[in-house]
């Protein structure tokens, strides 16, 4: 074998090596991100929900005493919880939120108020299993057994909730919520809001005012802390807000997340009791098997 020969020989074994070798590390690299994904959709993302009711049956499993600080709040029921939610959920939230550039929110200004809503779940994947653990029933029989309230609904579509952040100079005047909700055709129950700011100085303001029903005295202040919880009962005549400016610094916006849940006053027809699956048709007797409207 020539020089040359056997030069191209082993140039075409490094060649091939160096290919082996690269095939190898796009393997590995593949490997990596796959368990990447795989972490993060067991250990991280899919496994939010988990982790919030866990949280929430490890640390406030005594519904009991939490509806007796629900109840004991004057004029209107409403109860504040510092700590709702893990640490690394509150820190996850708030980076998706953080990232949300405002020009995909929907912006809320009313009457000088001003806030930047996000509920589009299909942007948000880390809202979507704050959303699916609050919307489930273990979630709803929590909340039901807390506030002593029966059949709660709550909202897929989030009319009017989800992710909201606003900035130094906002504000949000005094109002009472809405309370009916048309695409449910449901009226509003309770109004349920999770602080996200890991740190918040209360000097800033944007500490939210809960007021009488007349609008004269403050009965409670929420301070838009680290994973504080607020809820509390619609009522017609419950003001809240924060009316004055805020004065955060730029980079440190304000953020929240709500969700609101409905109850229904429908009421069956009379002519048409509620009755069980109706298996037609007995062929011997000619009849339904089941005669719900025959006593
Ligand atoms: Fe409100």
Redesign the pocket.
Known sequence: MSKEDEYDKVKLEQFQANQRLESEEIYQLRQKKKQIVEDLQDGGIKNIKSKILDHVNKNFYNTHDLQIEFRKHPAYSKLEIKNFLPLDVLRAMAEELNNLPVEKAKKFDRRGSCMYEFNDLTETPIQEQVVNAMHSSPFLTWLQEVTDTKDLIPDPHLIGAGYAKNFTGDS?KI???FNWNEQLRLHRRL?LVIYLNETWNKEWGGNLDFYDLDRKNILSTVVPGPGNLVLWSYHNLAY??YPEPMTNPIDESRKCFRLFYYVSNSKYHEKFPPHRSLYWFDENENTPYDKPWIN
């Open positions: 949000l109002h009472t919520d109004s809240h807000g």
